[in-house]
C-alpha cells in the first residue's frame, strides 16, 4: 500500500484544500481517511496472488461503468493500462446497462414485491476468471437478492478460491460505495445553500 | 480444501423484514480460527469478531475488511454533531429495505428504532417499503438514501435541497449521503456471501 497516493475520493469529486466540502469531510476524518484505506488495500495490495490488478481495474471499471459513472470508469480504465481490455470492458459495460435493483425475495409474502430483471453473463472471450468476475459483478450491481450458491460455484469452476472470491466481492461492494459517495458529494458541492 | 460452496439443505430463510435478530450462515467457508494472525486480528478490529461467521469469512482478505470495519465505525458512531445516529441507522435501514437484505434491515431498524425511541414508522418502512410515509424529515431521509441506491443514481442538487428544507445542515446531509453510500457496501456483502436464518 501506498500513503502517497492522493485520496481518490477528494480528486474525483474535484476537493481542494480549504474549500467547503474539505471542511465537512474533515469533521469525519476516520471515514474519509478508511475510505482510502479501503481503496488502497484493494487497489495498491500487498499481494495479488488471489486476484491481479489487471482483474481489479477491470473489475472497477465494470461496475463503475454500470452505475453510469464514465469518469470514474475512465479513472480505473486507466489503471488498468491495457486499451484492448479496456475496450473489451466497455463493450461489457454497454451490454450489461441497466436500472436497479431488481431481484426476487425467499418464497414468502414479499414475492409480491420481486421484480424481473436481465441475468447477464459476460463473453468468455475475457478470459474464465474475468469472465465469470463479470458476471458476478453485474449480479452483485442490480440484483444482489437473487445471489445463490451456483454464483460463488461458477466462480471457484472458473479458477476463483475462496478468499480471491472474499476480495472479488469486497472490492464490487466497495466501488458501489465509492461511487455513491462521490454523486452524493458533488452534488452537495453544487449546492451551497444560501 | 476450502474452495467449496456450503449448502444448507434444509434452510429456512425469513421471509419477511423484520426488527428481530437474525442470524446469518456463510455459504463459503470462514477462516478457520486457528489461523488467524496479528494481521487478520488487526482486520477484525474488534475481537469478538472472531465469533462470526461472516466476519471470519471476511477476514480472509482482512486489509479490506479493517479499512470497511474502521470506515463504517466513523460514518455510524462518531456522536460529534451531523445527522442523529438514528437517522444515520434509518438511513441504513432504508437502503437495506429497497437493495432487499432482510438481514442488514433487521439490525438497523433495531438500531433506528432504539435511538429514536419511535419503533412505529421504522415498522412502517420494513412492512410498506421505501415510499412509506414516515414524515416530513423521516421521508426526505428516506428519498435520499433511495436516489443513492437506485441505478441510475438520481441524488443531485435537488435532493441536496430537500434535506435542507427538512432540517439537515451540511454535515448531516454529508452523514446521509455515506450512510446510504456505506450500505450499498454492507448489502452487496451480507446479500451475496451467505444467507439469513431466523433467530
Known amino acids: ?194 | 480444501m476450502t474452495d467449496v460452496v456450503i449448502i444448507y439443505p434444509e434452510h429456512q430463510e425469513p421471509t419477511e423484514f423484520t426488527r428481530a435478530m437474525l442470524g446469518w450462515r456463510p455459504w463459503l467457508e470462514p477462516l478457520p480460527a486457528e489461523e488467524l494472525t496479528d494481521r487478520h486480528r488487526d482486520g477484525l478490529v474488534d475481537p469478538a469478531r472472531a465469533k462470526s461467521p461472516y466476519f471470519m469469512l471476511l477476514a480472509r482478505d482482512p486489509d479490506i475488511l479493517g479499512a470497511r470495519t474502521r470506515t463504517d465505525k466513523d460514518i455510524f458512531y462518531n456522536p460529534n454533531a451531523g445527522l442523529p445516529r438514528a437517522e444515520r441507522e434509518l438511513s441504513a435501514a432504508a437502503t437495506s429495505r429497497l437493495n432487499g437484505c432482510i438481514y442488514c434491515a433487521s439490525v438497523h431498524a433495531r438500531f433506528a428504532a432504539q435511538f429514536s425511541k419511535t419503533p412505529e414508522p421504522v415498522d412502517k418502512l420494513l412492512a410498506e417499503g421505501v415510499d412509506a410515509d414516515l414524515g416530513a424529515r423521516w421521508n426526505a431521509i428516506v428519498a435520499a438514501s433511495v436516489a443513492l441506491t437506485a441505478i441510475p443514481l438520481a441524488f443531485d442538487t435537488d435532493s441536496v435541497s430537500a434535506l435542507r428544507t427538512a432540517g439537515l445542515d451540511d454535515l448531516a446531509i454529508s452523514d446521509a449521503i455515506h450512510g446510504a453510500a456505506f450500505f450499498n457496501w454492507a448489502n452487496r456483502l451480507m446479500l451475496t456471501l451467505g444467507v439469513p436464518e431466523a433467530g
Open chain 1, 1 to 194: 500500500m501506498s500513503a502517497s497516493v492522493p485520496d481518490v475520493i477528494d480528486r474525483l469529486v474535484g476537493i481542494a484544500p480549504g474549500s467547503r466540502l474539505d471542511l465537512i469531510r474533515a469533521q469525519r476524518q476516520q471515514a474519509r481517511d478508511n475510505a482510502q484505506t479501503s481503496y488502497l488495500s484493494l487497489f495498491h495490495p500487498d499481494s495479488t496472488a488471489e486476484m491481479s490488478l489487471s482483474e481489479r481495474n477491470a473489475v472497477a471499471m465494470f461496475v463503475a461503468g454500470l452505475h453510469r459513472q464514465a469518469d470514474i470508469a475512465a479513472f480505473y480504465a486507466e489503471a488498468l493500462g491495457d486499451a484492448a481490455l479496456a475496450a473489451a470492458v466497455a463493450d461489457a459495460v454497454a451490454a450489461g446497462s441497466g436500472s436497479g435493483p431488481y431481484g426476487h425475495y425467499p418464497a414468502g409474502p414479499l414475492s409480491a414485491e420481486d421484480v424481473e430483471g436481465p441475468v447477464y453473463t459476460a463473453p468468455a472471450a475475457l478470459g474464465r476468471r474475468l469472465a465469470a468476475a463479470l458476471t458476478h459483478a453485474h449480479l452483485l450491481v442490480f440484483h444482489p437478492r437473487d445471489a445463490a450458491p451456483p454464483a460463488l460455484q461458477a466462480l471457484i469452476d472458473a479458477g476463483w478460491s475462496t478468499t480471491g472470491i472474499v476480495t472479488l466481492s469486497q472490492l464490487i461492494a466497495f466501488i458501489s460505495f465509492q461511487v455513491r459517495v462521490i454523486v452524493g458529494l458533488r452534488a452537495l458541492a453544487a449546492n451551497p445553500g444560501s
